[in-house]
């Protein structure tokens, strides 16, 4: 599965990425980028992993709401070192989707350098919280199976908690989505299984951010 925030960038915004800052310049944005992909079997459920790092406030946070974690890891990615968190050492709250994390003193950076590899059950059908989304008063760009969904027919979106909650049974790992959602720090885009509908993502992405400046 996909998602953002620093939070991750993919290549031409497909399904499995890591994070990473881009400028758009046509809007003069920032946008962050999450990426979450993949499923397994555990425990019976299935499971998806998030792709982030830490937002410009300083915390971490998965985006998409997952019911449970199973595992955290942390990165250092031009090091090719990788560091199992400990799920005692993870607290999750799933009303802001923040992970605080305490890294143990062999891991010798800091969290702001890291990109961390969240995976556990997500919540079906899929809900998000679009980090430091709360206080914007831009509706956030929607997007699902390369077309724009729709307000309370598609999903819901509750503008003081920046809640966002599919009524279609959206599997935040199986399908195809694509959000986007301005924050005091920029643009956050979160997406998932992207190449397929590749061209229609860009266009509407391209059309949000044109109505939006």
């Not at 890591?18 to 962050?32: G, P």
């Not at 595992?71 to 999750?92: F, G, H, T, W």
């Not at 679009?130 to 008063?137: C, E, F, I, P, W």
């Not at 790992?173 to 959000?179: A, R, W």
Request: charge should be positive.
């Amino acid at each position: 599965m996909n998602m953002t925030n620093p939070l991750s960038n993919h290549k031409s915004f497909s399904s499995k990425l890591i994070s990473t800052f881009i400028i758009i310049a046509a809007a003069i944005l920032t946008a962050t980028f999450t990426s979450c992909e993949s499923t397994s079997q555990e425990s019976k459920s299935n499971t998806t992993y998030v792709n982030t790092k830490a937002s410009f406030d300083g915390k971490l946070y998965s985006i998409m709401v997952f019911e449970k974690l199973t595992s955290v890891q942390a990165r250092m990615l031009n090091k090719n070192a990788v560091y199992e968190i400990p799920l005692k050492d993870c607290k999750y709250n799933s009303e802001t989707t923040v992970l605080d994390i305490t890294l143990a003193d062999n891991i010798p950076y800091k969290k702001s350098d890291l990109t961390f590899t969240i995976t556990g059950v997500a919540k079906f059908p899929a809900e998000f919280i679009l980090a430091n989304g709360q206080k914007s008063k831009i509706k956030p760009g929607i997007f699902l199976n390369g077309k724009p969904a729709k307000e309370n027919v598609d999903y819901t979106f509750d503008t003081k908690t920046a809640h966002l909650v599919f009524i279609s049974k959206v599997d935040a790992d199986k399908d195809s989505y694509e959000i986007n959602w301005i924050t005091p720090y920029g643009t956050n885009a979160m997406s998932n299984k992207t190449e397929k509908f590749a061209n229609e993502y860009k266009l509407l992405r391209n059309e949000w951010y044109r109505n939006i400046r």
